[in-house]
């Protein structure tokens, strides 16, 4: 039998983290999600982003609200460690960046389906506005791991040829990597 592969977005790379920069032992790296890991550079790219540098915020009312899922690498490993029970735990991604960022505010994720990251992003500007942060991450991120093959059984919601053309007339189902 061949492996039908539809269109998806994949990702290259995941095993490669910058540990040290982090000042997490690549062990623990290993064994960490690669949705804390991605999540965590990710927010060091938007704080540089933005023209503030990582030194400067520290110790700062800086926010860090994400939207994720589960994303099943727990289950590859041959590991039940507590570090790595931690590691994969999603509601502690945006705790773990508020922590290796040394950031003063609160931390939350949210998984509310497809509208997580909005919700996050929403949940930031509220943060803002109530003045319980001077400064706000929001975003999301979310990696699914499983690897699937195509059982030719349509689930209702993706699209015949694996492709979303949101807000097009053409539009006829989700995919995996939208």
């Known amino acids: 039998d061949e492996l039908a592969v539809k269109s998806r977005a994949y990702l290259d790379g995941i095993e490669y983290f910058d540990h040290e920069f982090f000042n997490?032992?690549?062990?623990?790296?290993?064994?960490?999600?690669?949705q804390n890991r991605i999540a965590a550079e990710l927010a060091c790219g938007a704080v540089e982003d933005s023209g503030y540098s990582l030194s400067e915020i520290?110790?700062?009312?800086?926010?860090?609200?994400?939207?994720?899922?589960?994303?099943?690498?727990?289950d590859w490993l041959d590991d039940n460690s507590g570090l790595s029970v931690m590691g994969n735990l999603k509601d502690t991604m945006a705790g773990r960046i508020s922590y290796l960022l040394d950031l003063r505010a609160d931390a939350a994720v949210f998984e509310t389906a497809c509208s997580s990251s909005l919700y996050a992003v929403y949940h930031g500007c509220m943060q803002l506005n109530a003045g319980e942060c001077d400064m706000a991450l929001a975003g999301g991120v979310t990696l699914d791991l499983q690897l699937y093959?195509?059982?030719?059984?349509?689930?209702?919601?993706?699209?015949?040829?694996?492709?979303?053309?949101?807000?097009?007339?053409?539009?006829?189902?989700?995919?995996?990597?939208?």
């Open 24 to 34: 997490i032992s690549k062990h623990e790296a290993v064994l960490m999600d690669p």
């Open 149 to 178: 093959e195509d059982t030719g059984e349509d689930d209702g919601l993706s699209s015949p040829d694996g492709h979303c053309r949101a807000f097009d007339q053409r539009a006829d189902g989700i995919n995996g990597g939208e």
């Open 58 to 74: 520290r110790g700062s009312r800086t926010g860090v609200y994400l939207g994720a899922h589960s994303s099943r690498y727990a």
